[in-house]
Each structure stands twice: as C-alpha cells, then as structure tokens.
T-cell receptor
Framework: AQSVTQLDSQVPVFEEAPVELRCNYS??????LFWYVQYPNQGLQLLLK??????LVKGINGFEAEFNKSQTSFHLRKPSVHISDTAEYFC??????????????FGKGTLLTVNP | DTEVTQTPKHLVMGMTNKKSLKCEQH?????MYWYKQKAKKPPELMFV???????INESVPSRFSPECPNSSLLNLHLHALQPEDSALYLC????????????FGPGTRLTVT
C-alpha cells in the first residue's frame, strides 16, 4: 500500500524567511509526486510535480522540491516566503489503483502561516 | 483554457431536498473526479469517470449519485443528505485516467441543515 506522511501539521515562519515543508512517502513501485496548495476557501492548485528525470523540480510562486529516492522524501522549499504564501500545502502521490486508473493519495496537509 | 469550473459556489440544503452540483472543463480531458473535503483534512476521492463511464466508486452512499452527460460535464446529484455530508466538494480532471496529475476546480461549499 502507498502512503504519504507530512511530518509537520503546522509551520509558522516570518516573512522573507526560508521554509521547508517535509513529505515522506512509502511505495514499492515507481512514484509520481506532487505538491498542491490550497488557499482559504479555494480549491487545490498544482504547485509542482515530479514524474521522472531531474530530481530538483521547480514550480510556481518560487517553490521547488527535491525528490530523494533513498530517503523516500519529496520536501518542498522556498528561499523567502511572503504573507501571501499562507495556505494549506498537500503532498500527494499518484498510484495505479488497478487496471488503468491512477489515484492520488494525499498527505494530511501542512498549514504554512507567514507572519509579518 | 486551463480551468475547471464548479457551480454553485455555496449550497445550503435540507435533509429532504434534492440538489445537484455541476462541474465543467474545456481542456479536452477525458477523466473527471469528485472529491469530498472536510475542514482541515485532505480531499477524499468519491468517484472517477473515464471516457464518460464510471470507473471508480469509493463505496460512496447512494444518496450521492454521479452523472457524466458528456466529456466536458460532470454532475453530482444529492438526495436525502445528512448533516455530516456538509463539506467542500471538489471536482478535478486529467487528460485521462492513465494520467498522473489532476487539475482541481474551486469547489462547492455544501451545508446540510
């Protein structure tokens, strides 16, 4: 079975500080990894994805993530956060659910709060 | 157009009402999804449609009835809901059910009274 663990439920930081949101996964097969962001009262927006190739993935809004196969991790980073980055961040793994369907398995989410 | 739209944005309904949620995409995607999201929780998959056919039903109660009239539209018909069904209902689409990533709509905030 595939699972995703987001190690921190809440991460408070000050504006312009760097941030890292941690994500670990467990899977016995090839994985496809994603980070989604959800602003208050909105849907999910895809931040970035790892499908194959370079392990350093750059996304929107200055975020990047590094796929580490040996540590089964896909941590999200930003060198300098803004107040507007305050949101819930979900790490997700895409897995084959049998037949030809892929399903997203989400972590429990990390609430990033950026304080002035 | 890279957008998934959902209507209505908010819906309040009584336990005896019948209502429907609508989702639309014009990206030519052939897989569409319904998720339920409770406060401070990740989305939970309810249904998957692939090429307008229901391919996954995650043991959802029959008071939720999905429908895919064509490749751009996805409906969720609601009947005799319970207060615990109050949640954010999210629609998503992907190029196909073989595809890894999904694009989400803004959601419908449903309150059952």
């Amino acid at each position: 079975a595939q699972s995703v663990t987001q190690l921190d439920s809440q991460v408070p930081v000050f504006e312009e500080a760097p941030v890292e949101l941690r994500c670990n996964y467990s899977s016995s097969v090839s994985v496809y990894l994603f980070w989604y962001v959800q602003y208050p009262n909105q849907g999910l927006q895809l931040l970035l994805k790892y499908l194959s190739g370079s392990t350093l993935v750059k996304g929107i809004n200055g975020f990047e993530a590094e796929f580490n196969k040996s540590q089964t991790s896909f941590h999200l980073r930003k060198p300098s956060v803004h107040i507007s980055d305050t949101a819930e961040y979900f790490c997700a793994v895409s897995m084959n659910s049998g037949g030809s369907n892929y399903k997203l398995t989400f972590g429990k989410g990390t609430l990033l709060t950026v304080n002035p | 157009d890279t957008e998934v739209t959902q209507t209505p944005k908010h819906l309040v309904m009584g336990m005896t009402n019948k209502k429907s949620l609508k989702c639309e995409q014009h990206m030519g995607h052939r897989a569409m999804y319904w998720y339920k999201q409770k406060a401070k929780k990740p989305p939970e998959l309810m249904f998957v449609y692939s090429y307008e056919k229901l391919s996954i039903n995650e043991s959802v109660p029959s008071r939720f009835s999905p429908e895919c009239p064509n490749s751009s539209l996805l409906n969720l018909h609601l009947h005799a809901l319970q207060p615990e069904d109050s949640a954010l209902y999210l629609c998503a689409s992907s190029p196909s059910a073989f595809h890894y990533e999904q694009y989400f709509g803004p959601g419908t905030r449903l309150t059952v009274t």
